[in-house]
């Protein structure tokens, strides 16, 4: 194949046109050769093959592609010659910002984005009540827009979105999902195209739970083993909102029923394991573990997120999570996450607002008078992570972290 290769859904593909040269998935094997006309058989063929993906020549974009058919794109792809940069890794696209200090301006317009999300979430729930999801268009957009956040400043985005804070909401949280993932899926490399793709899983993959009734609003750790077996339903009904929906391709399907599958085979509601679950899952659902964990539940207070990461390596450790993903979400965090306080050895509290340049250790921060300290410079010492006085967090003692018991699907944590 030629040299400029770009990534499709199988959804953009125009029956009646012809590719003149070969088509591969994008694990490169051969799906099309060259000169094949494409037709509805063809195109069934490939959507009963589980294909979501096709890596084509550059050269018939123009000419078996739908004008405008993607339902997503990055918000500074407006034209069509610019559809190609959807294949590009969002990494490549990420402005360099680590010498600028944050901006008060796009931490508004962070939160403002919250605000517009719920929004589109309770028109979505309105369309609910009639047991149906017309369109997803306000989800299209809020996956756009936290796109275009993270390509502009990736560590300001995740600080201000992926922080613990003293409450979150359902809403709340499968946005935090989807911008975390999207950072994650940044990290290990994903299309532009793929990145989006993952966002708007997120958003939709607790949807069902506006079905549900009573099963969905009991604390999981107070369910009896009846209304756990309802409640780990709501992917399948969460799927079953959105089927008729153009824009949530199959691929995005798949992956909303699978956020909740662990990589041990040990989640639900399949109980689908390793590389059988799609890898947007594989992703969102070491980013829902997380949140769980540094968020409060009915019977504990909320971990500091330092401490909730280590606990993640450690059950990742016992095969819990996939371990690249796992290694991708270091990368993105840092070992002090993004937006977590530390104390310093002078005594000093200080914020988190950077990532470092190389290695996990020794990030960027800001202090409590406003300087700047850059860890790997050695202008500082940090002594402990510490719990945000706003938030209700505590601590897991590192001796205490191999022990602990915990599954996402069982979130009653144990000493073991």
Known sequence: MSQGIVGINLEELCVGTVCKHPVEDRRGLLLLGANASITPDVIKNLRDREVAELRIDSRDVETICVEDASPVGLMLEHERKERIAKSTPVKDLLVERFEEPLSTERTIELEQGMLLAKAHFEVMREELSDNVVLATEGFVETTNSYAQFLVEDHDQTVGVVGAAAAACDVDDRAVRMAVLGMAVATQMG???????????????????FNLMGDAANKPVELMNEPELWEYRKHPIVSVSCVAEVPQVSEGIQIAMEQVHEQFDGSGYPRGVKSHRIHHYARILNVVDSYLQL??????????????????????????????????????????YPLGSTVELASGEMARVIRRPRTGFAEPVLLSTEGQRIDLALGEATVVRPVCDPEVDQMRLPPKVLGTVLWHPSHPKMKMG
């Open 190 to 208: 994903l299309t532009g195209q793929q990145t989006l793709e993952l966002g708007l899983t997120a958003l939709l993959h607790d949807i069902g």
């Open 294 to 335: 540094i968020f409060p539940t009915n019977e504990r207070r909320g971990i500091i997120p330092h401490d909730a990461l280590g606990l993640l390596l450690h059950q990742a450790g016992r095969g819990l999570f996939d371990p690249l993903v796992i290694k991708a979400f270091l990368h993105m965090e840092s070992l």
